[in-house]
């Protein structure tokens, strides 16, 4: 019986990549997970292992980065379109594109000064996506209560003001510093109450927004030299804005923006594409407490 190759495509899956455009001090961002699939005559490969008609998915990777340098991403359809069309027209042996894009949306965080809307603006918030949690322990009424609120996935994004470097360089040590890096972060925050009623603080709602609006605004407002600097300001800004919040503790992936090469494509990136890097991840965790702070609650165990 004849065996005979089928239908065939290959490309490079999930490309994330991020395109910052600065206007002044305001920035704006695109967050794309690009899949290229590409098929045409590509028997040869597959019968004898003949690569000459194989474009790399690897070169399909940097063209995806080259491109959001080159002629940024006016919207993920455009970019699609881009992209599919110079693989089928840059080689006679591809007669297929298929560009799948997913785009991630965020929200600006505004920074105000004086109650105005400062002229940097480079702080966002990923659309959606955050749960808000609650936790309670009781001994029933009269008994021992504690009351923890929060959040997981709160996702922000700062384009510039954090740096990162004077860390110990051991013989392991690779990492560049900088003075100019993407901060990012999923946040999971917990916070505890003095109380279980929040009639003073204007109601459980008003407590909980509260909290998180000071979580942005302290990461969108603190100039960072480190994660771990962000997490203790972002704690601190929850328990002053807060009073009825004795203790907050954060859990907050460093998600890594890496800036992309593209000198060897010659094109210059000054801070403008990134590889956001999902795993592994730094992770940074810290607890923030006012000096009055009784001992943890059971909710907590
Ligand atoms: O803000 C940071 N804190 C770290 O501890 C660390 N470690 C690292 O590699 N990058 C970073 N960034």
């Known amino acids: 019986m004849a065996i005979v190759l089928g239908p065939n495509r290959y490309g490079k899956a999930e490309t994330r990549v991020v395109r910052v455009t600065r206007d002044g001090g305001v920035h704006t961002i695109k967050d794309l997970n690009v899949s290229v699939s590409l098929s045409g005559d590509m028997d040869e490969v597959h019968l004898s292992g003949d690569n000459a008609n194989v474009l790399t998915t690897d070169a399909q990777k940097n063209t995806v980065f080259a491109f959001a340098r080159k002629y940024g991403i006016a919207s993920a359809e455009e970019f699609a379109l881009t992209l599919a069309r110079h693989f089928v027209d840059s080689r006679p042996t591809i007669h297929h594109a298929r560009v799948e894009v997913q785009e991630y949306a965020w929200d600006r965080i505004p920074v105000l000064e004086g109650g105005v809307p400062r002229a940097e603006q480079h702080s966002f918030v990923r659309s959606g ?147 956001a890097a999902d795993r592994p991840y730094g992770l940074i965790e810290g607890s923030v407490l006012t000096g009055d702070a009784p001992d943890a609650p059971d909710a907590w165990s």
């Open 129 to 275: 996506g955050e749960v808000r949690t609650a936790l309670v322990h009781s001994d029933g009424t009269g008994g021992a209560e504690s009351v923890v609120s929060g959040l997981t996935d709160l996702v922000v994004l700062n384009s510039t003001g954090s740096e990162f470097h004077g860390y110990v360089k051991d013989e392991y040590t690779t990492l560049e510093e900088t003075n100019d890096r993407v901060l990012a972060t999923a946040v999971t925050a917990r916070w505890r109450h003095h109380g279980t009623d929040a009639g003073d603080a204007g109601g459980w709602d008003a407590s909980y927004a509260g909290a998180r609006q000071a979580l942005l605004d302290a990461f969108a407002g603190t100039y960072s030299l480190s994660l771990q600097q962000t997490l203790y300001a972002m704690g601190r800004r929850v328990l002053t804005e807060r009073p009825e919040t004795c203790e907050v503790r954060l859990a907050m992936p460093n998600k890594h923006h890496f800036v992309v090469d593209l000198a060897p494509f010659g094109l210059d990136n000054d801070n403008e594409v990134f590889f």
